[in-house]
């Protein structure tokens, strides 16, 4: 079994910065790849990045790139998403996902390909 808390989530303007974090605690060492998903009122839960347990690959959706940044600190096991730029359409409950089976180099966008989730954070951005 494999814990994931999140954290960090919160109140913003239009155009600040916020950073996610995803604290991994059991059998660790069985995740392949870690992800965030977001999910907004009456929406699906969709992927927005995600990360190599090894930190070789990342991949992003498209509304994302360039404000959205993934990244893995395996001495604490712990996966962050710096959020710049946000916008009101990030508004969203934040989730943590971890996968337990190989991934071969590739990062998993749906949400059935993830066996573990975090309880979720919620990230609101005003205008």
């Known amino acids: 079994q494999v814990q994931l808390v999140e954290s960090g989530g919160g109140l913003v303007q239009a155009g600040d910065s916020l950073r996610l974090s995803c604290a991994a605690s059991g059998r660790t060492l069985s995740i392949s790849v870690m992800a965030w998903f977001r999910q907004a009122p009456g929406k699906e839960r969709d992927f927005v990045a995600g990360i190599s347990w090894d930190g070789r690959s990342t991949y992003y959706t498209d509304s994302v790139k360039g404000r959205f940044t993934i990244s893995r600190d395996n001495t604490k096991n712990t996966v962050y998403l710096q959020m710049n730029t946000l916008k009101p359409e990030d508004t969203a409950v934040y989730y943590c996902?971890?996968?337990?089976?190989?991934?071969?180099?590739?990062?998993?966008?749906?949400?059935?390909?993830?066996?573990?989730w975090g309880q979720g954070t919620q990230v609101t951005v005003s205008s």
């Open positions: 996902a971890a996968r337990n089976s190989p991934s071969y180099g590739l990062v998993p966008t749906y949400a059935d390909r993830y066996t573990y």
